[in-house]
């Protein structure tokens, strides 16, 4: 098939892209600059195309650019910025009608699980939203995965856990960190996303992808302190919101605060899965789905960065994640490598300045 993937950058998308190209399908890429998608060890083997979400007009110019598409996967967001969920269902409306007026059949999208709540936090609501947003009159057909934390060196939830293990010796723990909730390994997300695409394997229609246990917030937590072996002090604490958490949880991550703020936040509500259709529909990968535990220890056993597509795991940190995941000794680590290199390559600037030209020889 043609695939087309908006948000090939981030964590999610950079690894179908390679789940896609073994599968031996044909894969189109977006990005507001192309350019920026020559680091990533995908980029000689996909189309790419220039394109602003946010611009109805960009968005048809990429859509007929892309050449005849058969699916468009959905993996863009702007969690964390300046009215982000307006933004959002705007945006999916702008792909969706682009997609139906190029006659593409199929759009996947990867959402959150939503709570049956009035009083959704605006990260939970927004998801929603993009669901609406990508269902037009005339337009593909939808199939919208619903899943809730992503277990993953590079996840930005797991790389909070991980930062927040890491850096408080005591351990605060309200009241709302042991509602449920039904984590999923990359691995485990990526395979069901890669089925996706094909409408013999996979009926249009919501689906909620989940690993083989149930846990609560707090399991991954214990799991992650577990996994590196350094014991931490649990203090039980009354009267903390998630609002308040996430504040301060932002100040003492370095990943981005309003993103850290808005994901916390969504932490109020238990995220289960409310079905298991798709396990019927879909085989599980080679060796079935990934517990919860397996995931957070591979995802601790993560070596130095690599290429994404040259991962031998997907629970392992790509080079082009983030630039603070990974933990607090693998961002000095880099910090180091890159000085290194940097006085390396001055040194190198120097004595080519001071060499003096080397003389022709006469033969």
């Not at 996947?108 to 037009?136: I, N």
């Not at 010796?169 to 990359?186: A, L, R, Y």
């Amino acid at each position: 098939m043609r695939l087309l993937i908006t948000g090939a950058t981030g964590y999610v998308g950079s690894r179908l892209v390679c789940a896609l190209l073994k599968q031996g399908h044909d894969v189109v890429v977006t990005s507001r600059d192309t350019r920026k998608l020559a680091r990533f060890g995908w980029s000689s083997q996909v189309t790419k195309v220039a394109m602003d979400a946010d611009d109805p007009a960009s968005v048809t110019r990429a859509v007929s650019d892309a050449g005849q598409i058969d699916a468009i996967y959905y993996l863009v967001h702007a969690i964390g910025q300046a009215d982000f969920a307006n933004g959002d269902r705007d945006a999916a409306r702008n792909v969706a009608e682009a997609a139906r007026d190029a006659g593409v059949g199929r759009i996947v999208y990867l959402g959150g699980f939503v709570p049956s709540d009035d009083k959704l936090s605006t990260h939970l609501q927004s998801r929603a939203d993009v669901a609406e947003g990508l269902v037009v009159d005339g337009g593909p057909e939808l199939v919208w995965l619903r899943a809730a934390v992503v277990i993953g060196a590079g996840s930005t939830s797991f790389e909070i856990i991980r930062y927040m293990a890491d850096r408080l010796p005591v351990i605060p723990e309200p009241d709302w960190i042991t509602n449920e909730m039904d984590p999923i390994s990359i691995r485990d997300a990526v395979h069901y996303l890669a089925a996706a695409c094909d409408s013999s394997v996979l009926p249009a229609g919501n689906y909620d992808i989940s690993g083989p246990d149930s846990a609560r917030y707090i399991s991954i937590l214990h799991e992650y302190v577990s996994a590196i072996r350094m014991p931490r002090l649990r203090l039980p604490v009354f009267g903390i919101s998630t609002r308040l958490a996430g504040r301060v949880g932002g100040m003492l991550v370095p990943v981005p605060t309003s993103l850290t703020e808005e994901l916390v936040t969504s932490l109020d509500h238990p995220m289960t899965a409310s079905e298991h259709r798709i396990r019927d529909l879909v085989p599980p990968p080679a060796g079935g789905l990934t517990p919860m535990r397996e995931a957070v220890h591979a995802s601790v056993r993560s070596p130095y960065p690599r290429s994404v597509c040259d991962l031998d795991d997907l629970h392992h940190l790509a080079d082009t994640d983030p630039a603070w995941a990974g933990g607090d000794w693998l961002r000095v680590k880099r910090s180091v490598v890159e000085t290194i290199g940097t006085s390396i390559g001055v040194a190198s600037k120097v004595v080519g300045v001071l060499r003096p030209p080397r003389a022709d020889v006469a033969s």
